[in-house]
């Protein structure tokens, strides 16, 4: 590999002062939360308000943090990546998602080509097909206006876009409604083709290499269903050129599975899957909420990348948040870190980030190749609250493990509801904020003991507090502040990955299954020599299904 690699964080002195606070650390927010730290440590980036002030933090640990971005060079790092240096150095690529939410009037020249006109050429096909299909020009084969939109496509083809669809389904077109295919477990096809219309429905491959087994196996078997649904007097690439469109940085392959060239939509090597979301993968997206709100969510995009590239250090909400992982991470021994959204409208956001921060930032090696001689990702998890607090937040409150955790909340509902008097949302709110209280400051022995408690219950009932939170609130689940939070969590896993040292922006761990898969299928449909070659317990395995098959 040429060129220097990553300075190796451990060396830094900022690192050898950080663990050494870590060792003496005793964490005591009952005392510390004073309203000094809490103008301190409160943040504004965008429209988003970052309180911080209730995680496990002091003067001493935060000035340490952040000399340790400063000998790692972070600001470098992230610098070289919007000027479109090549950053992820194992696929010796540039990381330009941000270039997708430059306003037209920027430029970025990138070997010798300007990638903001070629992304806002794109989004102006983009948003034309989305006008037509919405407006009813575009219609089926039959003529019959389209109704539903079928996504095709797995991980960064399909998380954002699906999360982003249930976020924005306040700002969704009446009559048009879209669907998601990612597994390739046939049930997943088998469930959202029921119902369907073929004479109705609008099939979207996304696919940024086209060569995804998931993908295209459900591809094909869309088209197959498609073809055979349709009335019989249907021509087969009629039917295909009318009910087909893809997204993909292959449009070669595009046009190989018949798929008309004029209804296919590229994007570039540049954008990785799990950040494409605001590229023409978004495709679903923009048909249903319309470009203008597309446009307003890549403006809050933008509003975030600006604020990280703009904003001082001890402000910059992405730099803080992911120097607070690091200090969990490395310092203080946590393995998972949860996302707590108190909106409904945010729940497949723990899924989507899973994949943006855990394919980033799973890795154990550095991007000279040199193993890392301490931790990185942890793993990312969330459900929405309410439902979270009756499920597993006994294990935040109470457990052995520190569990970091963001709760998100809006002052605005998506729905106003009532319940008598009572306004439902502030009920739910009540909530958000009593959580990240009792989590900060507990309830010590003496409190429950107060409570009139027998003393052998007092234990059990004993909360121990400094369960680390930060409260990320808006005014609003707007598409800008949609844009926003994805951005602010795109630009947490950089700092991350960038002291860490590793390639945030590879994904060779997902390789060695899919190679297996491909040589394994002849052994499962009942090839005897390959499943001979098998290890005995897949062997094991293999012979279960097909004496189980019937
Ligand atoms: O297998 C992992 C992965 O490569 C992801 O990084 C990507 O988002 C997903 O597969 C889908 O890839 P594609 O868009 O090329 O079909």
């Given amino acids: 590999m040429s060129g220097p690699g990553p300075v190796d964080p451990t060396t830094t002195e900022a690192w050898a002062r950080l663990t050494g606070l870590a060792a003496s650390y005793e964490p005591d927010l009952r005392t510390t939360l004073t309203p000094e730290w809490v103008d301190r440590q409160t943040l504004a980036a965008a429209d988003l308000h970052v309180d911080l002030s209730k995680n496990l933090l002091d003067g001493d640990v935060e000035a340490a943090l952040l000399a340790l971005a400063d000998q790692v060079d972070v600001t470098g790092r992230r610098d070289a990546m919007l000027a479109g240096e090549r950053i992820n150095v194992t696929e010796d690529r540039a990381v330009l998602h941000t270039a997708l939410r430059l306003p037209a009037d920027a430029s ?43 996504n095709i496509g797995i991980g960064g083809s399909d998380l954002g876009p699906v999360m ?57 078997l869309c088209r197959a269903w498609l073809l055979e649904h349709l009335p019989s007097d249907v021509g087969r690439d009629d039917a295909v050129a009318q009910h087909f469109v893809a997204v993909s940085t292959a449009l070669d392959k595009v046009a190989d599975f018949g798929i ?61 948040m992911g120097l607070l992982n690091v200090w969990y991470t490395d310092f203080l021994d946590a393995h998972t870190h949860a996302v707590l959204p ?45 439902n979270g607090q009756h499920a597993f937040y006994q294990l935040i409150h109470q457990g052995t493990r520190l569990v970091p955790a963001d709760f998100i909340a809006f002052a605005r509902p998506a729905y106003e509801l009532t319940d008598g008097d009572v306004d439902v949302h502030e009920l739910f709110l009540a909530n958000f904020f009593a959580q990240t209280r009792a989590l ?25 507090g400094n369960r680390p939170t930060t409260s990320i609130m808006a005014p609003e ?52 020599d390959v499943l001979a070659e098998q290890d005995p317990s897949t062997q094991s395995l293999i012979r279960y299904y097909q004496e189980n098959r019937g």
């Fill in 108 to 150: 970025l020249t990138v070997d010798g080509q300007d990638v903001v006109a070629d992304v806002h050429e794109v989004l102006e096909r983009v948003y034309t097909f989305a006008e037509r299909v919405r407006s009813g020009e575009w219609t089926g084969v039959t003529g019959k206006r389209i109704e539903t939109v079928v």
């Fill in 164 to 220: 982003a669809y249930e976020a924005l389904e306040p700002y969704r077109q009446d009559g048009l409604s879209c669907r998601f295919i990612s597994n390739i477990d046939p049930t997943d096809a088998g469930q959202e083709l029921k119902g369907l219309d073929p004479e109705t429905t609008l099939f979207i491959v996304s696919s940024k290499t086209f060569g995804t087994l998931e993908t295209l196996t459900n591809a094909r």
């Fill in 260 to 320: 008309d060239p004029d209804n296919a939509f590229g994007f570039w090597d540049w954008v990785g899957g799990r950040y494409s979301m605001d590229s023409a993968i978004g495709l679903s997206l923009v048909v249903a909420v319309g470009p203008e709100r597309f446009a307003e969510m890549l403006g809050g995009f933008h509003a975030m990348d600006e604020h990280f590239r703009t904003a001082p250090p001890e402000s910059n909400v992405p730099l803080r």
């Fill in 342 to 386: 108190y909106a409904q409208l945010l729940h497949r956001f723990p899924a989507y980030l899973q994949q943006l921060t855990m394919e980033s930032n799973g890795k154990s090696v550095r991007w000279d190749g040199e193993a890392v001689g301490y931790d990185t990702g942890e793993v990312f998890w969330g459900e929405p609250g309410t």
């Fill in 440 to 464: 900060a400051f507990g309830k010590t022995a003496d409190e429950v003991r107060a409570e009139g408690v027998a003393e052998e219950l007092v234990a059990a009932r004993t909360f121990p």
């Fill in 477 to 528: 689940l707007t598409p800008s502040v949609l844009g926003q939070l994805i951005a602010l969590y795109e630009h947490i896993t950089f700092v991350q990955g960038a002291v860490w040292g590793i390639d945030s922006f590879d994904q060779w761990g997902v390789e060695l299954g899919k190679q297996l898969a491909q040589q394994l299928g002849p052994a499962v449909s009942g090839d005897a």
